[in-house]
């Protein structure tokens, strides 16, 4: 099957995924690594009028952790890059061991762990680890940054409380 028509955009910018989003409001839905959107589209499941592709945002796939601050990475920041970060793993390593079990390495090598989290499926691993660490999710939108705390995030199966106006980093 074939994804409903829709508007596809290719921010260069946070700044300017965050217009778009803005812009077209509920219509909107962002693509990360399409490894849970892109089969909703091709199903029907999901058919938003316009996709937000954040792929091409430069600098969007950073991990950092120290034993102070804990872990943090970014948008774009692929379940493989996660679970190869070697300070990531010294800080938490219940990451890797979680990160290991995630479909497999092809999936891994697309597939965002923000994505993941944001799509809050109750079978998938790292929305668990998030609730399990207490961890916390930065979302940014042109009305600007606000901190969801994973006991706040999860709504319900595949419901998160993130807008989709806006594009998080954890
Ligand atoms: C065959 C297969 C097996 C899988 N097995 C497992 C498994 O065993 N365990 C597991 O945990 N997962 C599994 N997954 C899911 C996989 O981990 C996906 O990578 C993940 O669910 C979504 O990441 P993504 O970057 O591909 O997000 P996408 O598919 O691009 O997006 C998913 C959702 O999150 C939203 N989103 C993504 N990024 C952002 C952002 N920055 N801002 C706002 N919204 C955002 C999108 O709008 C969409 O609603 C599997 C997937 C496949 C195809």
Redesign the pocket.
């Known amino acids: 099957m074939k994804p409903s028509p829709l508007t596809y955009h290719r921010p260069r910018s946070i700044d300017e995924a965050c217009e778009i989003l803005a812009r077209v409001a509920h219509e909107g ?11 909703l589209l091709s199903m029907r499941l ?1 058919a938003p009028a316009h996709l937000v592709d ?1 792929g091409s945002i430069p600098r969007l796939d950073s991990v950092s952790a120290s034993s102070e601050l804990g872990v943090t990475f970014d ?1 774009l920041t692929t ?1 493989t890059a996660l679970e190869a970060d070697l300070s990531a793993a010294r800080v938490q390593p219940l990451l890797g061991r979680a990160l290991r ?4 390495p092809t ?2 090598n ?3 762990t ?3 989290i ?2 809050a ?1 109750p ?4 929305p668990a680890v998030l609730a399990l660490l207490s961890g916390t999710l930065t979302v940014r939108s042109v009305r600007g940054v606000r901190e969801i705390r994973a006991d706040e995030l999860f709504a319900g199966p595949l419901e998160s409380t ?1 807008n ?1 106006t ?3 980093r954890v």
């Open positions: 839905k962002v693509l990360a690594g399409g490894q849970s959107l892109i089969p999901a954040i948008a379940h079990l995630v479909a497999h999936i891994r697309r597939g965002t923000v994505g993941s944001v799509h499926d079978s998938a691993e790292m993130s989709p806006r594009s998080p």
